[in-house]
């Protein structure tokens, strides 16, 4: 069946004449509605239908787990662009082969003998791909994560930072070290990110990831026509914040804009804070992760009482490296253990993490022998393949869900059917977000009687429309697994393209929209 634009009354014309196949109605009345989707509830119709989805299609496919009963297949075999949801086959593949419990090692090692406390050659710290590095762990030793997380901080009103330190990980390993018997380093501190290459949305993809490579700014309104106040996060030398942002009255605008700088070491912001607004987070991408983690290891060995003669600030001396092998015979004396995969892919999957999710895909390449993170995603293709997944109907090129990746519903959905047949399913669906409970969902139908019952995997492209001074909904994506209210397991994806939006905050309305379809689901089953 081809994907339609769902339409009802005048407006209907457009799709004249289109038969919709599908599983019996679930509701007694559909058979006399000639513009019905067999199994879809008329309230859910009510709302693609509104005028924002006016050129918009919509496509649709939900199964029970239990009986493998095609309930609702709207347009499910044709190819649209999910967005994030592309997280879950990068997550997915890595869940499949190596588990839920896996974890990596990040090392610290050294060149030289020590003597007396002094260390006649280098420290090397060799990254590894921890997408977290201990700073993000909970005191339970589980995940933390910002339903508005500072990754997206730039684009959403409201992202916040989590309490943990980041740098946590490298002050464990910076005691480790002194605890080796090390006070003073004679060589040189180097950081090894050659596990892996890639880029992302023309950024690096590096298996070193301290704070997901940004510095965060959090800025604080004072009083009316005075300067608001600046945080950096983490403090970091040489890196300083520049704030021209002034304070307004209570109920003015709030407008701040993280400005271009010329080089690393320096985030600017401006615009203007209402005196009575919550504190306003902008994050800051630097370009070179290996240099900003070298200057914070050494700066973190300093902490732990270990003294370094090199230049702290000096751009990382990779050249000085031996080759990859002979840096892994290397001995170690400094060994950070990740999170286990269950909750790296929690990370990625609740806030959409998008350098996270790529990060696994180059993880996966390495796992072959390989080190273009390119070279992940026919990996990954053929992890779901043996896996049992119908592969031609999911064409990827990343691993976060940027533009250019399609999937066919069907196939979305074969995904989680896959996830559920197996024994850590439980432990599969709990990393997904949660209609109106958390990530990218808290806010989503958080009043409805299918919040807490539905976990899926949003997915969004936003584009605009300089024609029409608008912006145009490339796509929306919501997919994964939900309980009805009857109690029965299903599968579901809806993915709406096309639709159009006056300002970029549409976008939650967008989100909101889709979840809705979603809870009139839930609740009709």
Same mark, same amino acid.
């Given at each position: 069946?081809?994907a ?14 289109l038969?919709?196949?599908?599983a019996?109605?679930?509701t ?6 000639p513009?019905?989707?067999?199994g ?7 709302v ?5 989805y006016?050129?918009?299609t919509?496509s ?5 787990l239990? =009986? ?5 297949d709207l ?5 649209? &662009?999910p967005?994030?949801f592309?997280?879950t086959y990068?997550a ?6 190596w588990?839920p ?6 090392p610290v090692?050294r ?6 406390g002094?260390?006649g050659?280098d420290?090397v710290?060799v990254g590894?791909?921890d997408?977290t590095m201990g700073?993000r762990?909970?005191?339970?030793g589980?995940?933390?994560f910002?339903d ?8 959403l009103p ?12 490298l002050?464990? !390993?910076?005691a480790q070290?002194?605890?080796a018997g090390?006070d003073?380093v004679?060589?040189?501190v180097?950081i ?7 880029t992302?949305g ?5 298996p ?5 490579n940004l510095v965060?700014?959090?800025v604080h309104p004072s009083e009316?026509?005075e ?6 996060t983490?403090?970091v030398?040489?890196?300083i914040?520049t704030?021209?942002?002034e304070?307004?009255?209570a109920g003015g &605008?709030?407008?701040?804009?993280l400005e271009?700088s ?5 985030v600017?912001?401006?615009g203007?804070i209402a005196?009575d ?5 902008k994050a800051y991408?630097?370009d070179d992760?290996?240099?900003f983690a070298? =200057?914070a290891?050494? &700066?973190?060995?300093d902490r732990?009482?270990?003294?370094v ?5 000096a751009?990382?001396p ?8 002979a840096?892994?015979a ?5 060994e950070?253990?990740?999170?286990p995969l &269950? ?6 999957m609740?806030i959409?993490?998008?350098r996270g999710a790529?990060?696994?895909i180059?993880r996966?390449?390495?796992e072959?022998?390989e080190?273009?993170?390119d070279?992940g995603?026919p ?14 109907g999911?064409?990827?090129i990343d691993?976060?869900?940027l533009e ?11 995904i989680? =059917?896959?996830?559920?047949e197996r024994?850590?399913?439980?432990r599969w669906?709990a990393t997904?977000?949660?209609?109106g409970v958390?990530?990218s !969902?808290?806010?989503? $139908?958080a009043?409805?009687?299918a919040?807490?019952k539905v976990?899926?995997?949003t ?6 429309d300089?024609?029409n001074?608008?912006?145009r !909904?490339?796509t ?10 009857s109690?029965?397991d !299903?599968?579901?994806t809806?993915?709406?393209?096309q639709g ?5 905050n549409?976008?939650l309305d967008?989100?909101?929209d889709?979840?809705a379809v979603a809870?009139?689901?839930? $609740?009709?089953?």
């Open positions: 069946m081809s339609v634009s769902v339409r009802r009354g005048a407006a209907v014309a457009a799709v004249a004449g038969v919709l196949a599908g019996t109605a679930c007694p009345e559909r058979p006399s509605d513009w019905a989707v067999d879809l509830p008329d309230a859910a119709l009510d693609m239908n509104q005028d924002r006016a050129h918009a919509w649709i496919a939900v199964h029970d239990e =009986t493998g009963e095609v309930l609702i347009g499910a075999d044709r190819m649209v &662009e967005g994030s592309v997280k990068s997915g593949a890595a869940w499949l082969e588990g419990d896996h974890t990596i090692t990040t090692k060149t030289g003998e020590i003597t007396a002094v260390l050659g420290l710290l590894m791909g997408l700073g762990t909970k005191d339970d589980t995940v933390d910002a508005f997380d500072h990754n997206d901080a730039n684009f409201g992202s916040s930072l989590t309490p943990q330190d980041p740098l946590t990980g002050d464990d !390993l910076a070290v002194k605890a090390i003073t004679a060589g040189d180097i090894d990110d050659r596990l892996f290459t890639g992302l023309g950024q690096a993809v590096t070193i990831i301290i704070n997901q965060d700014v959090m009316p026509g300067p608001a106040t600046a945080e950096l983490p403090a030398s040489p890196w914040v704030s021209t942002v304070t307004v009255e &605008e709030t407008d701040i804009t271009e010329s080089h690393d070491g320096e600017i912001v401006s203007t005196a607004s919550e504190p306003q987070l991408a630097f992760p290996a240099t070298r =200057t290891f050494i &700066e973190a060995l732990a009482g270990v003294t003669g090199t230049d702290p600030l751009p990382n990779a050249g000085a490296l031996a080759d990859r092998a840096v892994d290397l001995p170690s004396i400094a950070l253990e990740s999170l &269950e909750e790296e892919v929690t990370y990625v609740k959409s993490y998008n790529q990060t696994l180059c996966l390449a390495v072959r022998g080190t273009k993170c070279a995603m990996i990954a293709g053929e992890i779901w393949k043996d896996a049992g997944l119908e592969v031609t999911a064409s990827l691993g976060s869900g250019g990746n399609y999937v066919t519903p069907e196939n979305a959905l074969q989680q =059917t896959l996830m559920a024994p850590d399913a439980e669906k997904m977000p949660v209609l958390d990530g !969902l808290s806010m989503v $139908q009043d409805s009687p919040a807490g976990f899926a995997k997915g969004t492209l936003l584009n605009g300089s024609f001074e608008r912006f !909904l490339s929306k994506t919501l997919g994964g697994v939900m309980e009805t209210a109690g029965r !299903l599968a579901f809806i993915i709406v393209t159009f939006l006056s300002d970029p549409g976008i967008a989100n909101d889709v979840g809870a009139i689901i839930q $609740q009709a089953y």
